[in-house]
């Protein structure tokens, strides 16, 4: 596993799920409340699992060029952006709308 992640598995949880993790569902929020498209979250994605690799290197002297955790960490990084951008964006739709729209589950709404 660490050679698929480019460094041990307890760095690669701390720094890229916890650290990087809150920084990737702020920049979904981020994005979601000023009416950004959803698309944006790619790029944001890949630029924190790039700081990521990079601190890992840094810090703890893992792989730097390593395929498989980059990817891994800008799969993880996309995957919690987009969950908050739809939350962030499900909300704000019944919060700014209570006239049309309601909540269905954490991620939609639906017309009343």
């Known amino acids: 596993m660490s050679a698929l992640l480019g460094g041990t598995v ?3 949880f701390g720094l ?3 650290f990087f993790g809150f920084a990737a569902f702020l920049t979904g929020q981020a994005t979601a409340q000023s009416w950004r498209p959803t698309w944006q979250i790619i790029p944001a994605a890949l630029l924190l699992a790039v700081a990521d690799r990079f601190l890992l290197y840094a810090m703890f ?8 955790g980059f990817l ?3 799969a993880i990084l996309a995957a ?9 964006r499900a ?3 019944v919060q700014q709308y ?3 729209y309601e909540r269905r589950g954490p991620f939609g709404w639906r017309d009343k």
């Open 10 to 12: 307890s760095e690669f």
């Open 16 to 18: 890229t799920i916890v």
């Open 61 to 68: 002297g893992a792989e730097l060029a390593s395929p498989g």
């Open 72 to 74: 891994i960490a800008a």
């Open 80 to 88: 919690v952006a987009g969950a908050a951008y739809y939350y962030t």
């Open 91 to 93: 909300r704000k739709m």
């Open 98 to 100: 209570p006239w049309l």
